[in-house]
Protein backbone atom coordinates (compact mmCIF):
# COMPACT_ATOMS: atom_id res chain seq x y z
CA UNK A 1 0.00 0.00 0.00
CA UNK A 2 0.92 3.59 -0.46
CA UNK A 3 2.68 5.00 2.88
CA UNK A 4 2.95 8.51 3.85
CA UNK A 5 6.09 9.78 5.58
CA UNK A 6 6.65 12.77 7.78
CA UNK A 7 10.29 14.27 8.66
CA UNK A 8 10.95 17.81 9.80
CA UNK A 9 9.22 18.11 13.32
CA UNK A 10 10.77 18.81 16.75
CA UNK A 11 10.88 21.53 19.03
CA UNK A 12 10.74 25.13 18.37
CA UNK A 13 11.16 28.34 20.25
CA UNK A 14 7.58 30.69 20.09
CA UNK A 15 7.99 33.14 17.08
CA UNK A 16 10.09 30.36 15.30
CA UNK A 17 9.73 28.68 11.71
CA UNK A 18 9.56 25.16 10.66
CA UNK A 19 9.41 23.32 7.62
CA UNK A 20 7.67 20.18 7.38
CA UNK A 21 8.30 17.41 4.43
CA UNK A 22 5.86 13.96 3.34
CA UNK A 23 7.56 11.65 1.27
CA UNK A 24 4.59 9.10 -0.97
CA UNK A 25 6.74 5.78 -0.82
CA UNK A 26 5.13 4.94 -3.86
CA UNK A 27 6.78 6.94 -6.22
CA UNK A 28 3.85 6.67 -9.52
CA UNK A 29 1.13 8.16 -6.82
CA UNK A 30 0.42 11.70 -7.40
CA UNK A 31 -2.69 12.31 -5.19
CA UNK A 32 -5.36 15.08 -6.90
CA UNK A 33 -5.90 16.60 -3.12
CA UNK A 34 -2.63 16.48 -0.79
CA UNK A 35 -3.16 18.36 2.67
CA UNK A 36 -1.41 18.79 6.83
CA UNK A 37 -3.82 18.26 9.62
CA UNK A 38 -2.99 18.59 13.11
CA UNK A 39 -4.03 17.40 16.55
CA UNK A 40 -3.36 19.23 19.79
CA UNK A 41 -3.81 17.70 22.98
CA UNK A 42 -7.52 17.19 24.11
CA UNK A 43 -8.47 18.61 20.46
CA UNK A 44 -9.92 17.46 17.85
CA UNK A 45 -7.66 16.96 14.40
CA UNK A 46 -8.08 20.18 12.49
CA UNK A 47 -7.22 21.05 8.47
CA UNK A 48 -4.10 23.42 8.66
CA UNK A 49 -3.54 23.52 4.48
CA UNK A 50 -4.82 21.60 1.71
CA UNK A 51 -3.06 21.94 -2.24
CA UNK A 52 -4.72 20.14 -5.43
CA UNK A 53 -2.53 19.17 -7.58
CA UNK A 54 -3.34 22.30 -9.63
CA UNK A 55 -2.10 24.02 -7.53
CA UNK A 56 -5.13 25.92 -5.64
CA UNK A 57 -5.12 26.00 -1.93
CA UNK A 58 -7.17 26.24 1.32
CA UNK A 59 -6.03 26.83 4.60
CA UNK A 60 -7.63 26.60 7.89
CA UNK A 61 -9.48 28.80 9.67
CA UNK A 62 -7.14 31.64 10.94
CA UNK A 63 -4.14 29.92 9.44
CA UNK A 64 -3.57 31.70 6.36
CA UNK A 65 -0.53 33.67 6.57
CA UNK A 66 1.26 31.86 9.05
CA UNK A 67 1.73 28.75 7.21
CA UNK A 68 2.46 27.77 3.97
CA UNK A 69 1.48 24.38 1.99
CA UNK A 70 3.36 23.46 -1.24
CA UNK A 71 3.94 20.42 -3.75
CA UNK A 72 6.51 18.89 -5.48
CA UNK A 73 4.32 16.21 -7.84
CA UNK A 74 7.80 15.21 -9.81
CA UNK A 75 9.25 14.36 -6.43
CA UNK A 76 5.88 13.52 -4.70
CA UNK A 77 6.29 15.39 -1.83
CA UNK A 78 4.23 18.17 -0.09
CA UNK A 79 5.81 20.57 2.56
CA UNK A 80 4.61 22.98 4.98
CA UNK A 81 5.88 25.97 6.42
CA UNK A 82 5.66 28.10 9.48
CA UNK A 83 6.62 31.51 10.51
CA UNK A 84 5.70 33.22 13.62
CA UNK A 85 4.87 30.12 15.37
CA UNK A 86 2.98 30.81 18.70
CA UNK A 87 2.45 27.28 21.55
CA UNK A 88 -0.76 26.48 20.89
CA UNK A 89 0.80 25.80 17.62
CA UNK A 90 2.20 22.56 19.47
CA UNK A 91 0.13 19.33 17.68
CA UNK A 92 0.91 16.63 16.24
CA UNK A 93 0.91 16.75 12.39
CA UNK A 94 -0.47 14.67 9.79
CA UNK A 95 0.66 13.96 6.26
CA UNK A 96 -3.03 13.31 4.32
CA UNK A 97 -3.96 12.36 0.45
CA UNK A 98 -6.74 11.50 -1.24
CA UNK A 99 -7.04 10.38 -4.92
CA UNK A 100 -10.76 11.48 -4.99
CA UNK A 101 -12.15 8.16 -6.29
CA UNK A 102 -14.59 6.29 -5.78
CA UNK A 103 -14.55 3.37 -3.01
CA UNK A 104 -10.95 4.52 -1.81
CA UNK A 105 -10.19 5.70 1.03
CA UNK A 106 -8.06 8.19 1.50
CA UNK A 107 -4.55 8.11 3.14
CA UNK A 108 -2.89 9.35 6.56
CA UNK A 109 0.52 9.76 7.39
CA UNK A 110 1.47 8.42 10.69
CA UNK A 111 1.96 11.89 12.55
CA UNK A 112 4.80 13.62 13.39
CA UNK A 113 5.44 15.83 17.13
CA UNK A 114 5.90 19.49 16.71
CA UNK A 115 6.33 21.15 20.25
CA UNK A 116 6.41 24.70 20.08
CA UNK A 117 7.88 26.29 23.54
CA UNK A 118 10.61 28.57 25.45
Known amino acids: QVQLVESGGGVVQPGGSLRLSCVAT????????MAWYRQAPGKQRELVARMTKGGNTTYGESLQGRFTISRDNDKHMVYLQSSSLKPEDTAVYYC????????????WGQGIQVTVSS
Open 96 to 107: YADNGLVGVPPY
Open 26 to 33: VRTFTPYI
